[in-house]
């Protein structure tokens, strides 16, 4: 059973910067791309931000282009994000997801595997 445990969301000052963590469990294979999403209260999933784990490719969302950085542990089972120059409109739920294979992916779609989600508030 793959599992995906976010933490670090919380509440932030406009300008700040949060870095949310994923742990990876389960039998889920060390090469697959993982990614970032996020979704606003009625609003479809956003596509934040994907990394190849093998080689290290990035691909980033325009909206957070700059200010956001992937990144992952040597042992591969931890992917984080790094958020900076926080904007009140970052305001919504973050989620981790592990992809179908190994290929950068930004459709939820080619997503099997997601994390429960993780509250970040940036206050004006």
């Known amino acids: 059973q793959v599992q995906l445990q976010e933490s670090g969301g919380g509440l932030v000052q406009a300008g700040g910067s949060l870095r949310l963590a994923c742990i990876i469990s389960?039998?889920?294979?060390?090469?697959?791309?993982m990614g970032w999403f996020r979704q606003a209260p009625g609003k479809e999933r956003e596509f934040v931000v994907a990394?190849?784990?093998?080689?290290?490719?990035?691909y980033y969302a325009d909206s957070v282009k700059g200010r956001f950085t992937v990144s992952g542990d040597m042992s591969g089972n931890t992917l984080y994000l790094q958020m900076n120059s926080l904007e009140p409109e970052d305001t919504v739920v973050y989620y981790c997801?592990?992809?179908?294979?190994?290929?950068?992916?930004?459709?939820?779609?080619?997503?099997?595997?997601w994390g429960q989600g993780n509250q970040v508030t940036v206050s004006s």
């Open positions: 997801a592990a992809a179908r294979d190994t290929m950068l992916a930004i459709s939820e779609a080619q997503y099997d595997y």
């Open positions: 389960g039998r889920i294979a060390s090469g697959h791309a």
């Open positions: 990394i190849t784990r093998i080689g290290g490719g990035t």
